[in-house]
């Protein structure tokens, strides 16, 4: 609670809790969120409603999760803990496309109708009647291998129409994707109007890989970015101690030098 006060804070003309608009969605989101990968994964129940307790006291309004992270544990935990604060109070954003296999693997479903059980599912586990914003998920070769090309079209021919028709029932407040891949998400804003993007880990203090491309054509067409990741899994809020991480793995050490 302490540490979360003082995020709320200005610290450099930075507000944590201003709200700002998501371009052309009339999505209005605090400048920071909580994500609901790693952090809330691996939380117990308890830990989750601390976390979401204090990002609540300190004026943060945007929870992210998918379908992928803890096979779907995130969304049940977020949305637990979410389901008795004002509805119209906070932003929900989840992914879809990525999720995990029976037998602990990835799996990769961009069909339609694949997409319209994934939105109902979301909608089921974390016990809302409408999602702000949904991605989908780590659309990306490193992801798909010799599937890729095969996976994209999917996404953008099928996928894509589904949840636009959410959109226009105004079950989901706005469509986009997400990933790592900057690259992977170039080609999804030149393939398609998707209304905003998530990447993660592409522009912070260790890497600006998005700043020569990517962010230029989101900005001159008005297309918002959200940056995930921004302490890169950690190592960027910690510093280069022995037990920082960074993309989730111990750092290289040209990463612990420049950090």
């Given amino acids: 609670g302490g540490a979360a006060r003082g995020v709320a804070g200005v610290t450099g003309g930075f507000v944590a809790a201003e709200r700002r608009m998501l371009g052309a969605t009339g999505i209005a989101v605090s400048r920071l969120g909580i994500g609901g990968g790693s952090l809330v994964s691996a939380a117990g129940e308890a830990g989750v409603q601390a976390v979401v307790d204090a990002a609540w006291e300190a004026g943060l309004r945007h929870f992210d999760t998918a379908a992928f992270y803890a096979a779907g544990e995130s969304e049940r935990r977020l949305g637990r803990v979410l389901a008795g604060r004002p509805r119209d109070s906070f932003v929900l954003s989840t992914k879809h496309g990525r999720s995990v296999a029976p037998d602990g693997g990835d799996l990769f479903d961009y069909s339609a109708a694949g997409t319209e059980q994934a939105v109902g599912r979301a909608l089921a586990q974390l016990r809302m009647t409408r999602l702000d914003i949904v991605f989908l998920h780590d659309l990306a070769p490193e992801w798909h291998g010799p599937a890729h090309d095969r996976h994209f079209a999917q996404a953008i021919d099928e996928a894509l129409p589904v949840l ?44 600006q890989d998005a700043h020569a491309e990517l962010l230029p054509l989101c900005l001159a067409e008005g297309r918002p970015v959200l940056a995930a990741a921004p302490f890169e899994t950690g190592l960027l809020a910690t510093g280069p101690t022995a037990a920082a991480r960074y993309r989730y793995r111990p750092p290289p050490p040209e990463m612990m030098e420049r950090a």
């Fill in 164 to 207: 636009r028709r959410f959109q226009r029932a105004g079950v989901i407040g706005a469509v986009g994707a997400a990933m790592r891949n900057h690259a992977a998400l170039l080609r999804c804003a030149r393939a398609a109007p998707f209304d905003l993007f998530m990447l993660a880990g592409g522009t912070t203090l260790l890497s």
